[in-house]
Structures are given as structure tokens and as C-alpha cells.
């Protein structure tokens, strides 16, 4: 990657981090804005970033679920919803 796209994720994932401790969801959006403030180039990879990495989080939460309802011997529960209202920039 080139120097904007590891300063975004690593920022990024700095944010979410900060999000988890704060217990904001719109936090993510609040660090895009005052990224976009300065760079909408910046703010771009930034959403990106952090929209893969809350993605793979999600996904992973669901693996783990179903694993964890496999071994229990229960029915599996459906995917969540569409995670497209989960992050509004």
C-alpha cells in the first residue's frame, strides 16, 4: 500500500478501538468528518478501511456464532441484516 492507504487503516483501526472504549457507533463518522475537513481524498480510504475492517468483524462475530450453534446442536440463526446502515459518511 502506499503511505495514505497505511496511515487510513492504521487510523482506522485506531478509531474503531476508540469507538469500542467510547461505546459511540457515529464516532467512526465524527473522525471521517474532520478527516475530510483537510483531505476527501484521505476520507475515502479512511471509510474504506474501516468499513472492511467493521465488515471482516462482522463476519467473523458470525462464523463464530454459527460454530458455537453448530457444537450446541442448535438450528442455525439467519445472517444479520445488511450492515448498509451500520456506517453513514
Known amino acids: 500500500m502506499g503511505i495514505m492507504d497505511d496511515l487510513s487503516d492504521d487510523l482506522a483501526k485506531d478509531a474503531i478501538k476508540a469507538m469500542d ?3 459511540d457507533e457515529q464516532f467512526i463518522q465524527q473522525v471521517s468528518q474532520v478527516i475530510g475537513a483537510t483531505s476527501t481524498t484521505t476520507q475515502e480510504a479512511f471509510n474504506t478501511a474501516a468499513r472492511v475492517r467493521l465488515a ?4 467473523r462475530d458470525y462464523i463464530l456464532q454459527r460454530v458455537k ?3 450446541a446442536g442448535l438450528n ?3 445472517p ?3 450492515a448498509e446502515d451500520d456506517f453513514e459518511v
Open 21 to 23: 472504549v467510547i461505546g
Open 56 to 59: 471482516e468483524r462482522r463476519a
Open 69 to 71: 450453534e453448530h457444537k
Open 76 to 78: 442455525p440463526t439467519a
Open 80 to 82: 444479520p441484516p445488511s
